[in-house]
């Protein structure tokens, strides 16, 4: 545990240069006085006019920085809607201001660890929410264009005032303009939409559990998850200084289809196309079963990036490494943001790139993420009931059935489910990367959903991630990380890890619609008993299936537990010659054209319950 006691030297700046690396200390160390540190707030604008009112929007970005510094210092920056609607952190923390409107209170850790060490934390308040002029757009260029905005204002091209309306310019004279962006979730994501423009200054980014594409959010590959975007933005703009945003809800709603169309509202909001734009480095961290902002996100995120990176993955749900890791987690982002804003030569962007949780608080790390050795391999489900990689043949039919979802799938599937096992597995067998899945299929009606899991079949112990706290358990005893202040305290109750046994384990899943099987952009309804070839993406996983379990592969129709089914449900009849899956493997995968007896694990016939034992 690191305190906010005054020890070490810091490094001496010179208009914002560090000095060499050989007269450099090996970290930043906590001497400027915390509870002295200069608490303002500067009104940036965006140029832009979201709420209609004639104005230019101004948003709010508080800053918490030192008063003795005599040299220009960086900023860690969170951009956030949920500063005054729903929290951040485990305890669900909100800004407060004093009666002058004087920011106290700067949700999470970071001002109190990262100001006594020479640092400035800036909290911005996205447009629409809490202080701050104009209107969510949850992603757009309203959202993303407020955060880039107070980069560009940290290094000198844009205008800051000292008020919201009217006031005096305002220049941010005591930054080196070097910018660090981190945040959980809906700020995590706008981390990534920012650096995806390519602004300047923005030296690296911190996303965790962040969204990639909204799309991926609200949609998948023409299936709907059923929300859209214009309930989160009346969300986070329900505390906001009373502008009308209606107009923006509505294009909201009218861009956002009720089906699973790609459109120029998803496209505006895809920030995986800009990421050769990003200049910035990246510190990933996700939970393989987060089912908020699901494991597609990081994977396609990952794979775009150029940049210098590492990866977190824990087992997790939607949580932060601050409640599962925080130790190594407050160690690593000292190291990152000293090597990347400060300049020091501490060597943290070498050494393993990926950092894995194979068993609840027992992490493996990796040289590269997909695992170096894992190959794409095509697995193909035979009648037999059999997955392996030998040509199949004839065919398989299911039922849709939209009451049920994808544990009712692995356990008793009857005949709304079709189930194909490689069987025991002499050796261990990693799932590292993003998985797809090709289905040919005939439908008997007009409309239809197809769905995939990939199982770990076998006894495990894992993190609840369909818990309360999705794999964690908050306690009652704190934990102080860094300085504390009349109003805002650096202390948080430490989380531990909550664990069950399990017979199986779902580690990756994908939803399509059939009728989206030539183009994203437009379904086309399906004819009867015709054919339709479709590929789409399941969830990007690291997992190891062990020796004497078995990797299923489950195909059905509407996965109940996600997506919202078809007009006329129906029967779908597989082309197994031509269904498959592609599954990035390190390890082998038998042919499988028999079924070898499980050795404590679960035999998984066709059709028919999953016997476990």
Not at 170 to 183: D, E, F, K, L, Y
Request: glycine content about 12%; some cysteine; charged content about 15%.
């Amino acid at each position: 545990m690191r305190t906010g006691v005054v020890c070490g030297i810091l490094a001496v700046f010179l208009a914002g240069t560090v000095v060499p690396a050989a007269a450099a200390p090996a970290a930043s160390e906590p001497v400027y006085d915390y509870a002295k540190a200069i608490r303002e707030t500067v009104w940036v604008d965006i140029g832009r006019d979201g709420d209609g009112d004639g104005r230019p929007d101004r948003v709010a970005a508080d800053i918490v920085r030192p008063s003795e510094a005599a040299s220009r210092v960086p900023v860690i920056m969170d951009a956030s809607p949920y500063y005054s609607c729903c929290g951040r952190g485990n305890e669900s923390e909100l800004k407060s201001y004093d009666s002058t409107g004087k920011p106290v209170k700067f949700p999470l850790f970071y001002d109190n660890y990262f100001v006594p060490r020479g640092y400035a934390v800036v909290l911005v308040g996205l447009a629409g929410t809490n202080r701050s002029d104009g209107c969510a757009d949850v992603g757009g260029p309203s959202d993303v264009g407020s955060a880039r905005k107070v980069v560009d204002w940290l290094n000198g091209r844009a205008t800051g005032y000292s008020a919201k309306t009217g006031g005096s310019a305002v220049t941010a004279g005591w930054s080196t303009g070097n910018v660090g962006m981190i945040g959980k979730s809906y700020d995590g994501t706008i981390a990534n939409g920012v650096a995806a423009t390519g602004v300047a200054g923005l030296k690296t980014i911190v996303p965790i559990s962040a969204i990639s594409s909204w799309y991926d959010y609200y949609r998948s590959d023409g299936a709907t998850f059923g929300s859209n975007p214009a309930g989160l933005a009346q969300t986070v703009e329900a505390r906001n200084s009373g502008q009308n945003c209606s107009a923006q809800n509505q294009a909201l709603t009218s861009g956002a289809s009720a089906n699973g169309d790609y459109g120029p509202l998803w496209a505006d909001r895809n920030y995986v196309t800009g990421a050769r734009n990003v200049r910035a480095s990246v510190l990933l961290s996700h939970g393989v079963n987060d089912l908020n902002v699901k494991t597609i996100h990081f994977g396609q995120w990952w794979d775009a990036l150029t940049v210098e990176k590492k990866i977190w993955l824990s087992q997790t749900g939607h949580v932060d490494p601050f409640d599962y890791r925080r130790a190594d987690w407050v160690d690593l982002l000292h190291r990152w943001f000293d090597h990347y804003l400060l300049g020091f030569d501490n060597g943290v962007q070498n050494g393993p790139v990926a950092s894995v949780e194979r068993q609840p608080d027992q992490w493996a790390d990796q040289s590269a993420y997909p695992a170096a050795t894992a190959v794409a391999t095509t697995l193909r489900p035979h009648a037999s009931g059999t997955l392996g990689t030998a040509a199949a043949a004839g065919t398989a039919s299911f039922t849709d059935n939209p009451g049920a979802g994808e544990d009712t799938w692995v356990t008793n599937p009857g005949s709304a489910a079709l189930t194909y096992s490689t069987g025991a597995l002499a050796a261990g067998l990693q799932v590292s990367g993003t998985s797809s899945v090709t289905v040919t299929a005939t439908p008997s009606t007009s409309s239809a959903r197809v769905s995939a899991l990939l199982v770990d079949l076998g006894p495990a112990t894992i993190r609840n991630f369909a818990g309360s706290g999705e794999g964690i358990r908050t306690g009652t005893t704190e934990t102080c990380w860094g300085s504390s202040a009349p109003g805002d305290d650096a202390c948080y109750r430490v989380a531990s890890a909550d664990v069950k046994k399990v017979t199986y384990t779902i580690i990756s899943r994908g939803w399509a619609d059939l009728a989206n099987y030539a183009s994203l952009a437009q379904e086309r309804p399906l004819t009867p008993g015709t054919a339709y070839t479709m590929t789409f993406r399941l969830a990007s996983t690291d997992h190891i299936v062990p020796r004497g379990h078995a990797l299923a592969l489950i195909i059905g129709g509407t996965d109940g537990s996600f997506i919202r089914g078809p007009a006329q449900p129906g029967r779908l009849t597989l082309d197994l010659a031509r269904t498959s899956a592609s599954v990035p493997l390190a390890g082998v995968v038998p042919a499988a054209t028999t079924h070898p007896a499980l050795d404590g694990g679960a035999f998984v016939p066709s059709s028919g319950p999953v016997e476990l034992r």
